[in-house]
């Protein structure tokens, strides 16, 4: 019976002390301060012929930020994508981020009429 006890012990041991492990682990976690928490800046990839052919840039911005077409793109980008399918940027018709626009992800346009001048990252 001795061999027993003990094993019951053992376990109650062992027991207790995941009882008292899962309080830790359910604690929400805070803000993370390291400097890969931070947003990296969104990519995407343009080219100067449909089908993604021709002259090619790539552009970049942070969430929010419009940005316009340097004036050796402007009004001549014909096909778009980002390099990671969930990441989407919004090109815009006129300076500023404004008039018409179109919204782009990895799957891209492979046909843009001549007409982006500016741009904004919507999300990651």
Known sequence: MFPFR???VAGAVL????????PTSARP?????SPQSEQAPVTWHAFSETDWQGLDIFFSGEVGECKPIPSTWNDRIRSARTEVPTRRVELWED???????IVIDGSGY??????????RVAGT
């Open 29 to 33: 976690l805070g803000p993370s301060t």
């Open 15 to 22: 027991t207790g002390t995941v009882v008292l492990a899962q």
């Open 110 to 119: 492979s046909d843009i009429g001549p007409w982006v001048s500016s741009y």
């Open 95 to 101: 300076e500023g981020c404004s008039g018409t626009s």
């Open 6 to 8: 003990n094993f019951l």
